[in-house]
């Protein structure tokens, strides 16, 4: 059974597997042969990144962002990586634009499986578990109907669309889910 636990290098072999299966960390910036050369290179230096966020990141637009607290979750099953759950502990003003308090995303070969629905509410379940939250932002691109789905799923309600702050013209829907 699947499951959402902390990452650890017994998962990292099928991480990078995934990486190479066009799983990308970061849904604005694509992986490229470049990127993921990097994170074999020094796995254990990727690793302790997801472990021990540095408190800054290089944005969307190349400029450096102070970087919120965050945590970063993996959905596995066994030893086999199938996504993560990204949780933003507070938001900043960039965050309340695009991007909310949790991300996720699954392994092309994991898709459609239902692994993103049940590793959001297993995400849900652990920010109830470990922060004060009462409500959560999740923001989706109006074209992500598989997203909008998962939200949906999960209890979340449409409040507004907002222009898109890193990709010019496209738009980014909000949706609030209580806890
Ligand atoms: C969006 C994403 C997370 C969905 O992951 P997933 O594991 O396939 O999602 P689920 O299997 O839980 O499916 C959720 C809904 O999507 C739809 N869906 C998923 N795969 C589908 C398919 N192959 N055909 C039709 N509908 C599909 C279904 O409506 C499903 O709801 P249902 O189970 O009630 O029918 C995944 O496609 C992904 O990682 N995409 C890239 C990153 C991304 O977009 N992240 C979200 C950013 S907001």
Known sequence: M??????????????????????????????TPKSIAEVEADPLAFLDSQLNPPDTFVQPDGSLGQAMPWTALWWVENYRFLGTVHVRHELNESLSRVGGHVG???????????????????GLDWIRANLPLKRVLLTVNPSNSHSIRVIQKNGGVHTQTVPHIWRPGEEAMHFWIEL
């Open 104 to 122: 996720y995303a699954m392994r092309p070969s994991a898709r459609g499986q239902g692994h993103a629905s049940a590793a959001l509410a297993a």
């Open 2 to 31: 699947a499951e959402l636990v902390v990452p650890h290098v017994r998962y990292m072999a099928s991480f990078l597997e995934a990486l190479h299966e066009g799983y990308s960390r970061d849904n604005l910036r694509p992986e």
